[in-house]
């Protein structure tokens, strides 16, 4: 894993980009399309800016989306989908496909089981993902599931996490976040070429401590981006106040 301490967000955003868009571009080159998988949040939102002012053909390029909360429209405004369509799909010149999780079927074990023929035997170039205050990565919250092969899984939300949505201003109150989610599982997310983890704010301080130095489990989530050799971790001065003493 690799450390990266940026100015700002904004330079975390262009630095994000500047490395995802250079990937892409490898893998067009090298098998003509690129397969990526894209996150939500504060995190991703400089990413995105820079990403929709690229000049990569995006006609080769397969998104598909890291997490979705179960019973949201893709309507809702909290809605990942919502949030990927407007910040990311609409931004990108004629994306090749954007395969979103389907947070609301009727059936959610059949949306998984569509979702997984999917990434069956897809390899993924390169995966942006954030960490949440409380370690996790995707909606893998702590105890994680460290063990399922399983490309996508159906996941309880923690409290911590839940109320993490309030406090960014996704939801108005606790009791309207949904306590369920569909993510990509840790093993497939460890299974990219390439991780890009964005990690802004002093909130987030103790969850970069987590990753980088906490004991590599299933109560630190996070922790297991150590185990990747190819992943980017982005941070900025009050995301690394815990740790910026061993890199100055």
């Known amino acids: 894993m690799r450390v990266t301490i940026c100015e700002d967000k904004h330079d975390m955003g262009y630095q994000a980009a500047k ?20 996150a939500t949040g504060l995190s991703q939102f ?11 053909d ?17 309507t809702h405004p909290s809605s990942f989908r919502y949030y990927l369509n407007n910040r990311f799909v609409k931004k990108v010149q004629k994306l090749g496909a954007f395969h979103a999780i389907n947070g609301d079927a009727e059936d959610l074990q059949t949306e998984v089981n569509r979702l997984n023929a999917l990434l069956a035997d897809q390899e993924i ?17 702590p105890p994680a599931n460290f063990e ?5 899984i159906i996941v309880d939300l923690e409290e911590r996490c839940r109320r993490q949505q309030v406090s960014e201003g996704w939801f108005p109150t606790l009791a309207e976040v949904p306590t369920k989610a569909i993510t990509m599982s840790v093993r497939q997310i460890l299974k990219a070429k390439h991780l890009i983890c964005s990690v802004p704010d002093q909130r987030k301080a103790r969850a970069v401590a987590m990753c980088m130095y906490d004991q590599i489990s299933v109560y630190a989530p996070c922790s297991a981006l150590r185990t990747k050799k190819e992943c980017t971790l982005l941070l900025d001065r009050p995301s690394s106040m815990l740790v910026m003493g061993d890199r100055r």
């Open 46 to 56: 400089s990413l995105y800016a820079h990403l929709g002012e690229s000049d990569v």
């Open 148 to 152: 399922t092969n399983d490309p996508y």
């Open 125 to 141: 170039d390169v995966a942006f993902l954030g960490i949440g205050e409380n370690g996790h990565i995707g909606f893998n919250d």
């Open 19 to 38: 490395l995802g868009i250079a990937i892409i571009r490898e893998a067009i080159e090298k098998r003509g399309r690129a397969f990526i998988v894209v």
């Open 58 to 74: 995006w006609s080769k390029v397969e998104a598909y989306g890291l997490n979705e909360y179960v019973d949201i429209s893709d």
